[in-house]
């Protein structure tokens, strides 16, 4: 059974800092490209970072280049995101998953990211 678990998220101040993970069971994680994307409200879904099965090739959106960064730990199963100089229009719904989206037809329940003073 294919399950993505996301945690991580919380309540910061803009400029600080965040890193998200995602524990992934139930398919062969590294055979992958996963992603990481978010969801604002009112928005639709938009992909955030990937990175490729061995990890040797990321990519990032440009409206969070220079601020955060993906990897992943394929022996723990796990994607992470760390996200530097957090803006308020940061704040959003983040979920990792397979890339390209609907994959696996699977969604976690994503983790909150609000970036508010």
């Known amino acids: 059974q294919v399950q993505l678990v996301e945690s991580g998220g919380g309540l910061v101040q803009p400029g600080g800092s965040l890193r998200l993970s995602c524990a992934a069971s139930?398919?062969?994680?590294?055979?992958?490209?996963m992603g990481w994307y978010r969801q604002a409200p009112g928005k639709q879904r938009e992909l955030v970072a990937t990175?490729?099965?061995?990890?040797?090739?990321?990519s990032v959106a440009d409206s969070v280049k220079g601020r955060f960064t993906i990897s992943r730990d394929n022996f723990k199963k796990s994607v992470y995101l760390q996200m530097n100089s957090l803006k308020p229009e940061d704040t959003a719904v983040y979920y990792c998953?397979?890339?390209?989206?609907?994959?696996?037809?699977?969604w976690g329940q994503g983790t909150q990211v609000t970036v508010s003073s």
């Open positions: 990175i490729t099965g061995r990890g040797g090739s990321t």
């Open positions: 139930g398919f062969i994680f590294s055979m992958y490209v």
């Open positions: 998953n397979p890339f390209p989206a609907g994959t696996l037809e699977y």
